[in-house]
């Protein structure tokens, strides 16, 4: 079955230690990208790829890092200069050009103590 | 007082002793974590409860929601055991955790 995954959904780190989240997606699309939730906010974008080797920061990049070596994978690095990294994070892809339509992978939760 | 207690907070225990950690709680809760966390590395979660008993290897972990307390066992304990375990809930109003203090275990030879 094509889909986005990420893994795992629950994540756990103590403050200070930078953490790597994992989305793939096997839709064979172009463009990936990761948001963050907060409670009672909607999302905001982080990062985005629209090919392989390229990303652009979105509206709250700082303190996150993301590479895109391969068309299928798009890994989020939350790194210790993120000041709240406690949140719910969401990878989505789609094909470029085609109304943009989105597909979410399930999330991860990331829990910073 | 905390919306999570954990007890004991300190134990040392001979390898191959029976561990109990408990952890009481005192809010409504969608889930109940038990993570392990060791000396200068980072936190695995062991179990994720929402109700019964879960069994991964040496480790076991119940939970009664009515009485809103859960117990981690560790049979037949190991010096790797040795860490600190800390017991979250998820909240079931508001996407929130609360933690425990934690439980430092130290399982000797």
């Known amino acids: 079955d094509g889909g986005i995954t990420q893994s795992p959904k629950y994540l756990f780190r103590k403050e200070g230690q930078n953490v790597t989240l994992s989305c793939e997606q096997n839709l064979n699309h172009d463009a990936m990208y990761w948001y963050r939730q907060d409670p009672g906010q909607g999302l905001r974008l982080i990062y985005y790829s629209q090919i392989v080797n390229d990303f652009q920061k979105g509206d709250i990049a700082e303190g996150y890092s993301v590479s895109r070596e391969k068309k299928e994978s798009f890994p989020l690095t939350v790194t210790s200069a993120q000041k709240n990294p406690t949140a719910f994070y969401l990878c989505a892809s789609s094909i470029i050009g085609a109304g943009d339509t989105q597909y979410f992978g399930p999330g991860t939760r990331l829990t910073v103590l | 007082k905390n919306e999570v207690e954990q007890s004991p907070q300190n134990l040392t225990a001979q390898e191959g002793e029976f561990i109990t950690i408990n952890c009481s709680y005192s809010?409504?809760?969608?889930?109940l974590h038990w993570l392990q966390q060791h000396p200068g590395g980072g936190i695995v979660s062991l179990f994720m409860?929402?109700?019964g008993k879960k069994k991964h290897g040496r480790l076991i972990a119940t939970i009664n929601i009515q009485e809103k307390h859960s117990s981690l066992h560790i049979t037949a304990s190991h010096p790797r055991d040795s860490a600190v375990y800390i017991c979250?809930?998820?909240?079931?109003?508001?996407?929130?955790?609360?933690f425990g203090t934690g439980t430092s275990l130290t399982v000797i030879p």
């Open positions: 409860l929402s109700s």
């Open positions: 979250a809930v998820e909240s079931n109003t508001g996407n929130q955790f609360y």
């Open positions: 809010v409504g809760i969608s889930a």
